[in-house]
């Protein structure tokens, strides 16, 4: 029974990590996104800029 017990905890734990290990990827993957869509905005906005400054 002890032994029992002893394997349903780790797999439990086990099972945890995986959730905390997915978690941070979900977290990782949005940041990567956010930094991605500022970078462009970013580039839209200087090149947008430099389409004034010739224009003018």
């Given amino acids: 029974v002890i032994l029992l017990v002893m394997a349903l905890t780790m797999l ?4 945890m990590m995986m ?11 949005v940041v990567v996104v956010v930094v991605v869509v500022v970078v462009v905005v970013v580039l839209l906005m200087v090149m947008i800029l430099m389409l004034i400054r010739m224009m003018i």
């Fill in 19 to 29: 959730m905390m290990m997915m978690m941070m990827m979900m977290m990782m993957m």
């Fill in 12 to 15: 439990m734990m086990m099972m």
